[in-house]
């Protein structure tokens, strides 16, 4: 686990997911036996290292990624690390024959991210991206309304992202500074768009094309040693997405934006038979028959209270947390041969998203997205220093 001492790393990959794994007694397989997880941790700082595996009962930590490389005990490599020293690392362990499980964006660049999915294609190594807003509770009511056929043809999404993130002056940011610097691969973007690119593709469909707008509403911001820096990465961006089958998402990411929803990420979807306000947990629906028929009258005070015509769909299964469930799907994966959605080509076409959705930005252009696949063409070699 390269990483883990980061918030992601640490919070949801470390000990939500992994140390829970191993506190249920490991990954139930296909003929009902178990597998235990053991975690080693990679990171720069052995007093840190040392400090978390002490509190942790771990056994295993290290300063030397080559050497835990190298190491066959360790099967699967698991980077948390920062964008722009995540592909450096991902080469190694494939040139190790490692499996592999991402963090997203999986790297800077499209093309950096699709070399990653050539080079695990021709090593043959198994690999993972983190998806895990689809398996929040809410988005899974969504789809399984969309699978019963509740929407009936689905018109159009519409989603708000984000919370105010304090500058840092007056009252410390609840984000690491580096979001805020392009140079450090920074932005709203890069970070939420691989999000956006899954979560429509895998409920509604390929994105087809994007227009957008990113912009750095706070200029200067104070870091984590309260020094004053220029903030040159966007801070909020706003999209539109098309989709295949003609379906038009309006999707906006803000660190600059007071909430005064129930949730801090809310997609609201309309369809011809039904409509669905979906948040991390809730899900709203209003169905054609039950649909009100406001009339619009500026002359009159509005009376009618529209957030009562909204029918809250039950919880009926037990949802866990969601990187926990993508690991275990992704432990099945390596050592069962379980089912894999979720590729570096997948993480790719995040990229792609976010790639375009910059040129957008800078251009004013609405921009079309090419099918991402692995191209049938010779397959780049690692650095010596790598093999």
């Given at each position: 686990?390269?990483?883990?001492?980061?918030?992601?790393?640490?919070?949801?990959?470390?000990?939500?997911?992994?140390?829970?794994?191993?506190?249920?007694?490991?990954?139930?397989?296909?003929?009902?036996?178990?597998?235990?997880?053991?975690?080693?941790?990679?990171?720069?700082?052995?007093?840190?290292?040392?400090?978390?595996?002490?509190?942790?009962?771990?056994?295993?930590?290290?300063?030397?990624?080559?050497?835990?490389?190298?190491?066959?005990?360790?099967?699967?490599?698991?980077?948390?690390?920062?964008?722009?020293?995540?592909?450096?690392?991902?080469?190694?362990?494939?040139?190790?024959?490692?499996?592999?499980?991402?963090?997203?964006?999986?790297?800077?660049?499209?093309?950096?991210?699709?070399?990653?999915?050539?080079?695990?294609?021709?090593?043959?190594?198994?690999?993972?991206?983190?998806?895990?807003?689809?398996?929040?509770?809410?988005?899974?009511?969504?789809?399984?309304?969309?699978?019963?056929?509740?929407f009936g043809r689905i018109l159009s999404v519409r989603g708000e992202f984000g919370?105010?993130?304090?500058?840092?002056?007056?009252?410390?940011?609840?984000?690491?500074?580096?979001?805020?610097?392009?140079?450090?691969?920074?932005?709203?973007?890069?970070?939420?768009?691989?999000?956006?690119?899954?979560?429509?593709?895998?409920?509604?469909?390929?994105?087809?094309?994007?227009?957008?707008?990113?912009?750095?509403?706070?200029?200067?911001?104070?870091?984590?040693?309260?020094?004053?820096?220029?903030?040159?990465?966007?801070?909020?961006?706003?999209?539109?997405?098309?989709?295949?089958?003609?379906?038009?998402?309006?999707?906006?990411?803000?660190?600059?934006?007071?909430?005064?929803?129930?949730?801090?990420?809310?997609?609201?979807?309309?369809?011809?038979?039904?409509?669905?306000?979906?948040?991390?947990?809730?899900?709203?629906?209003?169905?054609?028959?039950?649909?009100?028929?406001?009339?619009?009258?500026?002359?009159?005070?509005?009376?009618?209270?529209?957030?009562?015509?909204?029918?809250?769909?039950?919880?009926?299964?037990?949802?866990?947390?969601?990187?926990?469930?993508?690991?275990?799907?992704?432990?099945?994966?390596?050592?069962?041969?379980?089912?894999?959605r979720f590729d570096f080509l997948a993480g790719a076409r995040g990229v792609q998203?976010?790639?375009?959705?910059?040129?957008?930005?800078?251009?004013?252009?609405?921009?079309?997205?090419?099918?991402?696949?692995?191209?049938?063409?010779?397959?780049?070699?690692?650095?010596?220093?790598?093999?």
């Open positions: 686990m390269n990483g883990a001492t980061g918030r992601m790393g640490y919070r949801q990959h470390l000990v939500r997911s992994i140390l829970a794994i191993r506190d249920q007694g490991g990954v139930l397989l296909a003929d009902g036996g178990r597998v235990q997880v053991e975690p080693i941790l990679v990171g720069r700082t052995e007093a840190t290292l040392r400090e978390l595996a002490q509190r942790h009962g771990i056994e295993h930590y290290t300063t030397d990624l080559d050497a835990a490389l190298a190491d066959d005990r360790w099967q699967i490599y698991a980077d948390f690390l920062v964008t722009k020293a995540r592909v450096p690392a991902i080469r190694k362990a494939i040139a190790a024959g490692k499996a592999i499980y991402t963090e997203k964006p999986t790297a800077e660049s499209f093309e950096e991210a699709l070399e990653l999915a050539v080079l695990a294609e021709a090593a043959g190594v198994k690999n993972g991206v983190v998806h895990d807003k689809l398996y929040l509770p809410g988005l899974q009511k969504l789809e399984r309304l969309i699978a019963s056929g509740f919370y105010w993130v304090f500058e840092g002056d007056w009252q410390r940011s609840q984000r690491p500074s580096w979001n805020y610097r392009g140079q450090d691969g920074g932005g709203i973007v890069v970070d939420m768009f691989p999000h956006w690119n899954y979560v429509l593709e895998n409920l509604f469909g390929r994105v087809e094309s994007v227009y957008a707008r990113a912009v750095t509403h706070i200029p200067v911001r104070v870091d984590e040693n309260d020094v004053a820096f220029e903030a040159t990465a966007d801070d909020a961006a706003y999209a539109i997405f098309e989709l295949e089958g003609g379906i038009v998402a309006q999707l906006n990411s803000s660190w600059t934006v007071r909430v005064n929803r129930e949730e801090l990420m809310e997609f609201q979807v309309d369809g011809t038979l039904g409509s669905a306000v979906v948040g991390l947990f809730g899900c709203k629906i209003q169905p054609r028959t039950a649909t009100p028929r406001p009339v619009w009258n500026p002359d009159l005070a509005e009376s009618h209270d529209y957030s009562h015509d909204w029918l809250e769909v039950p919880t009926n299964d037990v949802f866990e947390n969601g990187f926990k469930t993508q690991w275990e799907e992704f432990i099945r994966h390596v050592v069962d041969d379980g089912p894999n998203l976010a790639e375009q959705g910059l040129l957008s930005s800078l251009t004013g252009r609405r921009i079309d997205l090419s099918v991402v696949s692995l191209p049938a063409l010779a397959v780049p070699s690692l650095p010596a220093a790598q093999q």
